[in-house]
């Protein structure tokens, strides 16, 4: 790469993919908040509230810690872990609402909405919802209210209303539909906080641009700790955000090399999966053209992860571009091997992980073995895992 | 001139309005569709909208997204949209189609062999809810090359310069969203939809379709006095979800709502 990376273009273009797919209502306050973002992203004071609330609130910088026992027992690489797990909240997600929410105040709208999934961006919105005083509606596919009550719970705690959507198949993806329906309703008070790197633009690029904190830290603390740039970062991808978060800031450090691991569930090969870069085809969905899982009539499958936060059939448009170009592998990882990875690190270094991130820490099981010593691998432990107990447990038939 | 063009034009010289009704393909079932649209034209309606069942339309209110979850069961597709779409041209060469729908499928199918498919199934217009002028430009294209009307969606928050754009890129008729909200909401604001369409005369001369919220007779006829024409879904789709063990009934109720609007518009 000889120029330095710059995507979008001010359409919200990554190559062929992301954009503006978008029913007519949604394009004024879809301009309004691209205005608002565009502008408050150089404003030095909403900077300056940021990185207060980043540090005080969220608790940033997260450490990069370096997993020595793991890493002599991989017998390859280095393994540093970015302990995103360590942030207010328990996740990645709340380096992207914060900011979102302090961009909603500035443009003076009173009613927060969210999609969640695992419940993990509905927590970390309502959340700073009920730190700004906003009230606050949560949409969340009933089979996840189910198999997430606990998170159910702690919205419930913060003041949000959690709606359970009954529609299509009751997952991320319907509740994604549900807040468009809300947002479509109540444009001219309501800010439409969209948990990741996914949306109609600005938000591919909006909520890259809030989790790129984790990216500028990890390389920073990388150099401090060892003289030197990462040869490896790993993340799972979902919608992608925490990895966006991690990659965005190596893209042109090309001899970074960048593992997106997508949920491959019960294996590519059955169909029931989660993995859109490593088996599905370019679609439009939720306002952004972008690899998609849909069949032969454009309609839409149903996703299988053993976490609820990959359950997603698309993934965000940057991805795609990064796939095609070839500058980030996208690769995955199975159900079973990710709980080999979530048994692994939380034996070998003390720390449990989430579901998601345990896709990552597998992969992470298959590559260092195959590089030297004096390698480094970067992965991103987007979030802790409490929240998986139930699932976890059920999964090895242990009763509670 | 396309059939879209010459029914409005007819419609503007006798000095009435569209009837316009809006029904999924294959809700409840692919039997029901055809005897339905035939039945429809029968009671004086004047083009018909067809939605193309998608697993995700984030637009449509519960009515209508049921309505797509019942044809999706039974493997409705673009495809067999297209299919019927032939068969009724079959027996009637003069009413309108469009097709309404997300845009997934369509891409999904391939831009231009929709295109052409489109074409050869002798359908008149398309209306993809999710694609908005910005991104439909060579698509729009391709249409018109073909001579089917893209069609695009106003909204009560469109500015002149976004009216002007669709009034460029678009042909046949203009659908203007009555409301801020998903089909099938709350309550219309007569005077709000009047102020708009003046805003709206002031930058196109295309027909104006006015929907979303329209539910009877008398909303019709007001509605359509204002616009060009009125268009009717989730009003139609609720008969066929109350009667779903009785179709006949449902038909029977569709029909007899249809003809009263009918009735109402040409008082």
Request: hydrophobic content about 40%; charged content about 20%; some cysteine.
């Amino acid at each position: 790469m000889t120029e330095k990376y710059n995507m979008p273009d001010d359409r919200g273009h990554f190559g062929n993919y992301g954009g503006i797919f978008v029913a007519e209502t949604l394009i004024p306050p879809i301009q309004e908040l691209n205005e608002a973002y565009q502008r408050y992203l150089k404003d030095p004071e909403f900077i300056a509230e940021l990185s207060a609330d980043l540090k005080h609130y969220v608790g940033r910088p997260s450490p990069l810690y370096h997993a020595q026992r793991w890493s002599k027992h991989l017998g390859g690489a280095q393994v540093y872990l970015k302990r995103e797990d360590l942030n207010h909240t328990g996740a990645h997600k709340v380096n992207n609402t914060v900011g979102q929410a302090l961009l909603a105040k500035r443009m003076g709208k009173t009613r927060i909405i969210a999609e969640t999934g695992a419940g993990q961006h509905g927590v970390a919105t309502a959340t700073v919802a009920a730190r700004l005083g906003l009230e606050c509606v949560v949409y969340m596919g009933s089979v996840d209210v189910a198999r997430q009550s606990l998170n159910v719970y702690r919205m419930k705690l913060l003041g949000a209303t959690v709606v359970s959507v009954e529609s299509g198949s009751k997952t991320l993806k319907d509740a994604l539909n549900e807040a468009l329906r809300d947002w479509v309703t109540n444009v001219d008070n309501t800010f439409y906080i969209i948990g990741t790197v996914a949306g109609p633009h600005p938000y591919p690029a909006m909520v890259r641009d809030f989790q790129t904190v984790i990216g500028h830290e990890a390389k920073q603390q990388c150099l401090e700790a060892t003289g030197r740039l990462p040869d490896a970062l790993v993340a799972c991808v979902g919608g992608g955000s925490n990895a966006i978060g991690l990659f965005h800031p190596f893209i042109d450090d090309t001899s970074v090399a960048l593992y997106g691991v997508e949920a491959a569930g019960d294996g590519i090969e059955t169909g029931r999966h989660s993995a859109p870069l490593s088996a599905g085809k370019p679609g439009v969905l939720h306002g952004n053209r972008t690899y998609l899982m849909s069949d032969e009539d454009g309609e839409i499958i149903e996703t299988h992860s053993i976490s609820a936060g990959l359950d997603y059939p698309g993934v965000g448009p940057e991805h795609a571009w990064l796939k095609d170009s070839g500058r980030a592998n996208y690769v995955s990882i199975t159900d079973t091997e990710a709980m080999a990875g979530f048994h692994a690190l939380t034996k070998m270094e003390g720390i449990i992980p989430a579901l998601e991130s345990s896709h990552a820490l597998a992969y992470t099981m298959k590559l260092a073995p195959t590089m030297k010593q004096d390698d480094i691998i970067i992965v991103n432990l987007s979030g802790r895992g409490d929240k998986d107990m139930h699932t976890i447990a059920q999964r090895e038939g242990i009763a509670l | 001139m396309s059939r879209l063009a010459a029914t409005f034009e007819a419609l503007h010289k006798s000095g009435r309005k569209a009837l316009i009704p809006f029904i999924t393909t294959g809700d409840p079932n692919p039997d029901f569709t055809l005897p339905l649209m035939h039945a429809m034209v029968a009671a004086g309606v004047d083009v018909i909208e067809l939605g193309i069942p998608f697993s995700d339309p984030m637009a449509d209110g519960p009515v209508i997204q049921r309505a797509s979850e019942r044809a999706l069961a039974h493997k409705m597709s673009l495809r067999r949209v297209l299919v019927l779409a032939t068969e009724f041209r079959k027996t009637n060469q003069q009413t309108p189609i469009v097709l309404m729908g997300y845009v997934n499928p369509i891409e999904i199918f391939g831009y231009e062999n929709f295109a052409n498919a489109a074409k050869l199934a002798d359908v008149d217009g398309i209306l993809t809810v999710d694609l908005p002028p910005e991104e439909a430009s060579e698509y729009g294209s391709l249409l018109k090359a073909r001579g089917i009307d893209p069609i695009f969606l106003l909204a009560p928050n469109s500015t002149d310069e976004r009216i002007k754009k669709m009034d460029a890129l678009g042909s046949g008729y203009l659908y203007y969203v009555s409301l801020k909200g998903v089909t099938g909401a709350g309550h219309l604001n007569i005077a709000d939809v009047e102020a708009k369409l003046q805003q709206i005369r002031a930058n196109t001369r295309l027909p104006v379709a006015i929907g979303f919220g329209v539910k009877d007779a008398a909303m019709a006829k007001t509605i359509a006095d204002i616009g060009d024409g009125a268009v009717i879904g989730s009003a139609l789709i609720s008969k066929i979800e109350a009667n779903l063990n009785d179709l006949d009934t449902a038909k029977h109720e569709i029909i007899a709502l249809l003809t009263a609007m009918r009735h109402a518009m040409d008082a």
